[in-house]
């Protein structure tokens, strides 16, 4: 099936490590297609976070890092901090769309 | 500095169509592809097509094929997404974003920079 899953929501203390799961399939990241990340404060738009499995845009902390395995892929938040509390999204190609595919969704709460 | 710059805020009439722009300045247009994404209030990222900015070839969302269209215009560097037949359901924040390229034929598929998006409102 299409979908990417992700969990609706993790939380953390500040300092604290979470993970985030994104859960796909044969068509998708099981195919060896990458995985993306994007972090999105609520009212503004998506920014990237990492592009392809585990790469860092200039100017995203080494905080951030992300993996893959099989048909799932996680992105893993070392340190965190207030600012990190955002909604984040994993996003792939799927071979049975021939398109892009976008996780539901993971809501960060830094308690 | 690289930016995407949307048009401003529509509201539309159901049945009726929208068309959008997206401005590209700061790179090489012709290099790159765009993604349009949309965002219906208090939901998740929604994937609806793309373009190659430099040889026009098309790929659009399995549930919204038949009413999207992505064209691109090089001389303005802008691209453009009209949608048709719009519903309540299409009442959304519209996001363009970049593709980088991976070779001359060739797209990573993911954006690495966002327009601010338009908000298109369809009510009667």
């Known amino acids: 099936q299409s979908v990417l899953t992700q969990p609706p929501s993790v939380s953390g203390a500040p300092g604290q490590w979470v993970t985030i799961s994104c859960t796909g399939s044969?068509?998708?990241?099981?195919?060896?297609?990458?995985v993306h990340w994007y972090q999105q404060v609520p009212g503004t738009a998506p920014k990237l976070l990492i592009y392809?499995?585990?790469n860092r845009p200039s100017g995203v902390p080494d905080r951030f890092s992300a993996s893959m395995s099989g048909t799932s892929a996680s992105l893993a938040i070392n340190g965190l901090l207030a600012e990190d509390e955002a909604d984040y999204y994993c996003?792939?190609?799927?071979?049975?769309?021939?398109?892009?595919?976008f996780g539901g969704g993971t809501r960060l709460t830094v308690l | 500095q690289v930016q995407l710059v949307q048009s401003g805020a529509e509201v539309k009439k159901p049945g009726a169509s929208v068309k959008l722009s997206c401005k590209a300045s700061?790179?090489?247009?012709?290099?790159?592809?765009i993604h349009w994404v949309r965002q219906a209030p208090g939901q998740g990222l929604d994937w609806v097509g793309w373009?190659?900015?430099?040889?026009?070839?098309?790929k659009y969302s399995q549930k919204l094929r038949g009413r999207v269209t992505i064209t691109r215009d090089t001389s303005a560097t802008t691209a453009y997404l009209e949608l048709s037949r719009l519903g309540p359901e299409d009442t959304a924040v519209y996001y363009c974003?970049?593709?980088?390229?991976?070779?001359?034929?060739?797209?990573?598929?993911?954006?690495?920079?966002w327009g601010k998006g338009t908000t298109v409102t369809v009510t009667s």
């Open positions: 996003q792939s190609y799927d071979s049975t769309l021939s398109g892009m595919l």
């Open positions: 373009i190659s900015a430099g040889n026009g070839d098309t």
């Open positions: 044969t068509s998708n990241i099981g195919a060896g297609y990458d």
């Open positions: 700061g790179y090489t247009f012709t290099s790159y592809a």
């Open positions: 392809s499995n585990n």
């Open positions: 974003a970049r593709d980088p390229p991976m070779d001359d034929w060739n797209y990573y598929y993911y954006m690495d920079v």
